[in-house]
C-alpha cells in the first residue's frame, strides 16, 4: 500500500496528464466561439436529418407522385396514339376524296365523250354507204339517159339525207384538193410530178374523209403532187408543144 492520502491517489489514476504540464484556463470568447460551434453543429444536425414522424409523412406523398406519374406517362402514351390514329384517318381520308374527285371527272369525262363521239361506229359503217352512192352517182353520170335518170334522182336523194343526217351528228367531210398535204387528215396514197402546182399539194382525192367535231373518223386518201425529175419535165414541155401544135 502506498503512504499517499487517499485522495491523491485518486486525482493521479482519474487523470495523470494533470501533472505533466502547466494548466492554460479558458478564456470568455473561446468558451463563447465553442459555444456557438456546439450549437451550430446541432442545429444543421437537427435540419438534416427528419425525424421518424416526417419519413412517416413522406412516405404516403410519395408513393402518391410515383402513381400519378406513372398514370400520367399512360395517358401521354395513348393521347400520342390517338393522335397518330386520327392523322392516319385524316390521311386516308383525304387520300379516298382525291380518288373520289378523280373518279367523278374521269366519269364526267367519259359522259361527254360518250355524248360527242359514241356514234363513231355508226358514222363508220354508213361512210361505206356513202362512198357506194357516190360511185353510182358517178356511173350514172357517165351514162345519162332516159331509162336512168329517175333512178340517179333517187339515188341523189337519198346521198343528199345521208349527209343531211351526218351533219346533224357533226359529221363533217374533210377539205384536201387543192390543198397543202397534211398527215393528221390526208393519207397519201401516191405522187404525181407536176410543175403547175407547189409539191405536196393535193392534186387528187381518192376517198373522202371524214371528222366528228375535232376526231377524225377516216383519213382522205389522196395523190399528192412532187417536183418533176428532168426527164419528166422535158416530156411535159414536148407534151404541152404538140397540144399547141
Given at each position: 500500500?502506498?503512504?499517499?492520502?487517499e485522495?491523491?491517489?485518486?486525482?493521479?489514476?482519474?487523470?495523470?496528464?494533470?501533472?505533466?504540464?502547466?494548466?492554460?484556463?479558458?478564456?470568455?470568447?473561446?468558451?463563447?466561439?465553442?459555444?456557438?460551434?456546439?450549437?451550430?453543429?446541432?442545429?444543421?444536425?437537427?435540419?438534416?436529418?427528419?425525424?421518424?414522424?416526417?419519413?412517416?409523412?413522406?412516405?404516403?406523398?410519395?408513393?402518391?407522385?410515383?402513381?400519378?406519374?406513372?398514370?400520367?406517362?399512360?395517358?401521354?402514351?395513348?393521347?400520342?396514339?390517338?393522335?397518330?390514329?386520327?392523322?392516319?384517318r385524316?390521311?386516308?381520308?383525304?387520300?379516298?376524296?382525291?380518288?373520289?374527285?378523280?373518279?367523278?371527272?374521269?366519269?364526267?369525262?367519259?359522259?361527254?365523250?360518250?355524248?360527242?363521239?359514241?356514234?363513231?361506229?355508226?358514222?363508220?359503217?354508213?361512210?361505206?354507204?356513202?362512198?357506194?352512192?357516190?360511185?353510182?352517182?358517178?356511173?350514172?353520170?357517165?351514162?345519162?339517159?332516159p331509162?336512168?335518170?329517175?333512178?340517179?334522182?333517187?339515188?341523189?336523194?337519198?346521198?343528199?339525207?345521208?349527209?343531211?343526217?351526218?351533219?346533224?351528228?357533226?359529221?363533217?367531210?374533210?377539205?384536201?384538193?387543192?390543198?397543202?398535204?397534211?398527215?393528221?387528215?390526208?393519207?397519201?396514197?401516191?405522187q404525181?410530178?407536176?410543175?403547175?402546182?407547189?409539191?405536196?399539194?393535193?392534186?387528187?382525192?381518192?376517198?373522202?374523209?371524214?371528222?366528228?367535231?375535232?376526231?377524225?373518223?377516216?383519213?382522205?386518201?389522196?395523190?399528192?403532187?412532187?417536183?418533176?425529175?428532168?426527164?419528166?419535165?422535158?416530156?411535159?414541155?414536148?407534151?404541152?408543144?404538140?397540144?399547141?401544135?
Amino acid at each position: 500500500m502506498s503512504d499517499l492520502p487517499e485522495d491523491e491517489q485518486l486525482g493521479s489514476a482519474v487523470d495523470p496528464s494533470e501533472e505533466d504540464g502547466p494548466k492554460i484556463a479558458a478564456s470568455d470568447e473561446m468558451e463563447a466561439a465553442l459555444r456557438e460551434a456546439t450549437e451550430s453543429l446541432e442545429s444543421a444536425e437537427s435540419e438534416g436529418a427528419p425525424t421518424a414522424e416526417e419519413q412517416d409523412a413522406a412516405s404516403p406523398d410519395k408513393l402518391t407522385i410515383e402513381l400519378l406519374s406513372g398514370e400520367l406517362q399512360d395517358l401521354k402514351g395513348l393521347h400520342e396514339e390517338k393522335v397518330k390514329e386520327c392523322e392516319e384517318r385524316t390521311e386516308a381520308h383525304l387520300r379516298l376524296q382525291a380518288e373520289f374527285d378523280n373518279f367523278r371527272r374521269r366519269s364526267l369525262k367519259e359522259k361527254q365523250e360518250s355524248l360527242k363521239f359514241g356514234h363513231q361506229n355508226l358514222v363508220k359503217d354508213l361512210l361505206s354507204a356513202v362512198d357506194d352512192l357516190e360511185r353510182a352517182l358517178e356511173h350514172g353520170a357517165q351514162n345519162v339517159g332516159p331509162e336512168v335518170e329517175g333512178i340517179l334522182n333517187g339515188v341523189e336523194l337519198v346521198h343528199r339525207e345521208v349527209l343531211g343526217a351526218l351533219a346533224k351528228h357533226s359529221v363533217q367531210e374533210i377539205q384536201a384538193e387543192g390543198l397543202t398535204f397534211d398527215p393528221a387528215v390526208h393519207e397519201a396514197m401516191g405522187q404525181i410530178p407536176s410543175g403547175e402546182v407547189p409539191a405536196n399539194t393535193v392534186l387528187q382525192v381518192l376517198q373522202k374523209g371524214y371528222v366528228i367535231h375535232d376526231r377524225m373518223v377516216r383519213p382522205a386518201r389522196v395523190l399528192v403532187s412532187r417536183e418533176p425529175t428532168a426527164a419528166e419535165a422535158g416530156s411535159m414541155e414536148s407534151g404541152g408543144e404538140s397540144e399547141d401544135r
